[in-house]
């Protein structure tokens, strides 16, 4: 099974400046006939499902706003936040689909400084 | 409009057998690429992907859970179920299904999710 393991565990960023949050596969999860990395960013706030953020690694789901951006590729991706807003404050995971048990990462919680 | 619904009981007794039912709107689970997985969350914890159904009839399961899961779907009921046996107060939860492969048919990220439905189990 491939583990995913994000970094850090909990962050705390003042409103307006950058947020990085770090996510490493145990495998690569860049399949290289179509040269995708099979990584998604989910955002998850208090007492609601998670959502999509992106996909592909880099690929921002319709609606996110601009200021998220994934990045990376084979086993060491990255989920920036260009400058933080009140409304960013979740917990974010990243997920491999790369091979079945598509696993999370533990969680990354993102509180305002 | 895509919408997928969590629902069974908020409460099971530890040995006993969990069935929940994902009933969804907006798609059909005979569509090519398609799936519904299930996710689930302990209280507090972090996400766990349990298995997903495609299109196909294909399944997955996690390993570590595979000997107690079935998933079945009823496409003509747009119904996904999941069955958990011999529960455990570990099981408790909030289990969520979703959606993968409807903007792509290997996109299996999962784009649209459930509310998600809250699970104790306890004697």
């Known amino acids: 099974d491939i583990v995913v393991t994000q970094s850090p565990d909990s962050l705390a960023v003042s409103l307006g400046e950058r947020a990085t949050i770090n996510c490493k596969s145990s495998q690569s999860v860049l399949y290289s006939s179509n040269n995708k990395n099979y990584l998604a960013w989910y955002q998850q706030k208090p007492g609601q499902p998670p959502k999509l953020l992106i996909y592909w690694a880099s690929t921002r789901e319709s609606g996110v706003p601009d200021r998220f951006s994934g990045s990376g590729s084979g086993t060491d991706f990255t989920l920036t936040i260009s400058s933080l807003q009140a409304e960013d404050v979740a917990v974010y995971y990243c997920q491999q689909y790369y091979i079945t048990p598509y696993s999370f990462g533990q969680g990354t919680k993102l509180e305002i400084k | 409009q895509i919408t997928l619904k969590e629902s069974g009981p908020t409460l099971v007794k530890p040995t006993q057998t969990l069935t929940l039912t994902c009933t969804f709107s907006g798609f059909s689970l005979s569509t090519t690429g398609v799936g519904v997985g299930w996710i689930r969350q302990p209280p507090g914890k972090a996400l766990e992907w349990l298995g997903l159904i495609y299109w196909d009839d294909d399944k997955r399961y996690s390993p570590s859970l595979k000997s107690r899961l079935t998933i079945t779907k009823d496409t003509s009921k747009n119904q996904v179920v999941l069955t958990m046996t011999n529960v455990d107060p570990v099981d408790t939860a909030t289990y969520y299904c979703?959606?993968?492969?409807?903007?792509?048919?290997?996109?299996?990220?999962?784009?649209?999710w459930g509310h998600g439905t809250m699970v104790t189990v306890s004697s």
């Open positions: 979703a959606l993968v492969g409807i903007a792509a048919p290997d996109l299996d990220a999962f784009d649209i």
